[in-house]
């Protein structure tokens, strides 16, 4: 009660004497005020407001002390906290580009080109007439080509000239693993199997997205020059060959498109465990909870390999101590 006409003054570097020494000043004061006492008797009193001064601080301190462990427990853990946050390297500021590059480049062709290979359809009349005609239609699908084509031979020199580049095409070879996987996979969905297929860098659906565009890259540049420059290629080729480039661009331009929406997009980000997004195309990175969920191959030997480098130090650190 007399205590807590003291507390806003309770801070960490205040004396506790000089503050009990305050509190039994109060207390005495709102005891005496206007009474008229013998010295016996004021000796009495003062021993009884000490005691009880000093009752009423070491409870208050009870208090607070019980209040600052409850805030204490409230906060998470550091190393748990620390463990939330840490990330892994995915994918390089290169490769991210490519895939931006490849990504607008393949939207322009998808927008552009399914108008003209659908040119008697509604829609596609009404597409043209918002963006000034067929013809800028067909300029702007030349300006997509023209970023896919470059972003083609980017990549390629990539492949065969980094170290990164050849170290992330031998990963994505097809392995005999990925049909196990496959297979392990169809049997978890089946409910057959408890534990789904354990991964290394790239997954066979990752391994599948690449190489179907890798492929469909080949087809539809190759096409499409033959149908871009077909004067050109017609005083080089019979004429079937362009009649094959024709339904060979505009299948494949239909089946890629499915595949980005259809395949890509639902792997990507409309999975339930990535919806939104996987957001490692913009960021780089992912968490250590999706590496272990989605690369535990590679997540545990990165663990070993840190281990590894941990012990060197440690036995670096004893060899300094000994010299």
Same mark, same amino acid.
């Given at each position: 009660?007399?205590?807590? %006409?003291?507390?806003?003054?309770? =801070?960490?570097? #205040? ?16 005891? +005496? ?10 000796? =009495?009193?003062?021993?009884?407001? $000490? ?20 805030? $204490? ?8 906290? %620390?463990?939330?946050? #840490? ?18 480049? +393949?939207?322009?062709?998808?927008? /552009? ?9 509604? *829609?596609?009349?009404?597409?043209? &007439? ?52 496959? *297979?392990? /996979? ?6 057959? $199997? ?16 690449? @190489? ?15 149908? *871009? ?11 079937? #060959? ?7 661009? &505009? ?5 890629? /498109?499915?595949?980005?929406?259809? @395949? ?15 957001? &490692? *195309? ?21 663990? %070993? ?12 650190? #004893?060899?300094?101590? $000994?010299?």
């Amino acid at each position: 009660m007399f205590f807590s %006409k003291k507390k806003k003054e309770l =801070e960490p570097k #205040v004396s506790l004497d000089k503050l009990q020494g305050e509190i039994e000043q109060e207390i005495w004061d709102d005891l +005496t005020k206007d009474l008229s006492l013998t010295p016996h008797l004021k000796e =009495e009193i003062k021993k009884l407001v $000490k005691e009880r001064a000093r009752e009423e601080l070491q409870k208050e301190l009870k208090d607070r002390y019980a209040e600052l462990r409850e805030e $204490k427990v409230e906060i998470p853990p550091l190393e748990e906290k %620390k463990k939330e946050e #840490v990330m892994y390297p995915r994918l390089s500021l290169d490769i991210r580009i490519q895939h931006i590059i490849l990504m607008v480049s +393949t939207l322009i062709l998808i927008i /552009t080109g399914l108008p003209i290979k659908f040119h008697e359809l509604a *829609w596609a009349k009404f597409f043209f &007439s918002a963006i000034g005609g067929l013809q800028v239609s067909r300029i702007l699908h030349r300006v997509g080509a023209a970023g896919l084509i470059g972003i083609a031979l980017y990549h390629l020199l990539f492949l065969a000239f980094s170290r990164e580049g050849r170290e992330i095409f031998r990963e994505l070879l097809p392995r005999p693993k990925d049909v196990k996987d496959l *297979w392990i /996979t169809l049997n978890y969905l089946l409910g057959r $199997k408890r534990e789904k297929a354990k991964f290394g860098k790239f997954t066979y659906i990752e391994k599948f997205d690449y @190489w179907a565009v890798y492929w469909g890259m080949v087809v539809m540049v190759l096409s499409g020059l033959i149908l *871009w420059f077909l004067g050109t290629a017609l005083r080089i080729f019979p004429k079937f #060959v362009a009649d094959i480039a024709k339904e060979a661009h &505009s299948d494949e331009a239909l089946l890629a /498109t499915s595949a980005i929406i259809i @395949w890509h997009f639902y792997n990507a980000h409309l999975n339930p465990e990535k919806f939104p997004m996987n957001r &490692s *195309w913009l960021t780089g990175r992912i968490s250590e909870k999706e590496m272990e969920r989605e690369h535990f191959l590679e997540w545990v030997e990165i663990q %070993k390999q840190e281990e590894i480098v941990a012990e060197k130090a440690d036995e670096g650190k #004893v060899e300094e101590q $000994k010299g």
